[in-house]
């Protein structure tokens, strides 16, 4: 036997230990056929643990012996699944069975358990692998040892199809399970609001929201004014108005003045499977519109002040179909709003532009939330030139029900960390990239479930024309 260096020569003895054995009839395992465990080894006997191979994968390990007179395996550096087995090489363990039932759940939200029964790898393992539905690549998840039931996935999606299935295999044999379906949770949005100046012209307040997907769901619109004076505004709307505009329509498909004049048994219903609060005054000049449209749609609400006093209104849009609020989870509704916007007037004090929603579920959505002004300077009249958003969130848990600041932002590269994620995110959601440099302001979170507003206002009191913005990107 010749050391291993640089002394070889053309003659010399090598030993060879060569993993899998592999028959002579069969030395090219096929895709999904397990055949062995391999390692790779260094000259001064050390190298990796014994490890399985993936299927389709033709790896052998090669060790030379450099000194003594057997070139077998010696029983110390047999592999350690199968040194547990009490096997020796060449032995047979036995083939590995499927499980006999497969299942998923998220009892846990954000965490996909796994679970089977009736499966067995004799000195082998499980495979966990996971690819989403109607797919063709299974990423492995992970490894556990056979005698697990259970595997729990922390790495899902909101609202992704997803298929699992378990991989019995040991160093002979490998089996697949069948799949076991679930599609991770999600959150909705389950309204969004608005309070501005009720102006005319350009600087009229105008609402437009996106609804997706295949079926029917129940919108309740509301303009209020006189309502705002029982949570002490003064300077409120004296006669809002609210008129609905289907995506490139001229003319309204539905409008109103007066909330108690018509659709008064619809809006009631529609108030009582929302999140909307009841009106106090059948009487009042507040406006509401309740209608049903069905599959993917985008509208617009323009509001008005009929009584002309620039006072303050609030415009909010509601989803009655789908929210806890009348026991119908985010995942089971069949339409759901996805994006929302409101052009207005940014003041001062009260007259900021101030927008809340509610994010409803179990689990966390990703928003991209938005405060336009330079980059709408074209489309519209004098806007404000520096916005900045400050978003909220309520503390139900603490007295008084405070507003916690959650997060701000002035210019949206100033988190630089963020770009990337903005761009890929606006691309997802159809929102136009904005140019670098802007000083329009963007606020990209994870948003836990629960009641947010984010207010918009110009820097050093600057006042114009504003857009906010806010899309659920999963």
Known sequence: KVAYDETWALGDDLAILWFPNLAVSNQSPAASEAYGFYRNTSFSGGGDVWELPEDGTLLHSLKFFTEGDNPLVESSDVPAILAAAGLGVGESAGSPTAPTTVATNEDNP??????????????????????????????????????ETSFDDPTVGRGKDYEYRLVAINGFDSVASSEASIQSLRSSLANIATRGVLKSGAEALILGFVIKGAGPIDILATAKGPELANVGITNFALDPTIALFPFGATAPDVENDDWGNTQLTEINDFVGRSFATDFTDQASKDAALAFSPEGTQLFTATVNDSGNADGVGLVEVFDATGTSRNGVAPNDAQNRLVNVATRGYVGTGDEVLIAGFIVDGQVDSKLLLRGLGPSIAGLTGLTVEDPTITLFRTDFTQPGFPQIEVATNDNWEDDVSKIDEIIAISGQVGAAVLDSGSKDSIVLIDAVPGLYSFVMSGVSDGTGIGLVEVFLAD
């Open 110 to 147: 954000g965490t996909i358990a796994f679970e089977w029964e009736g499966a067995s790898a004799p000195a082998g393992a499980y495979r966990i692998e996971r690819k989403l539905a109607g797919g063709l690549d299974w990423i492995v998840l992970g490894t556990v040892e056979a005698g």
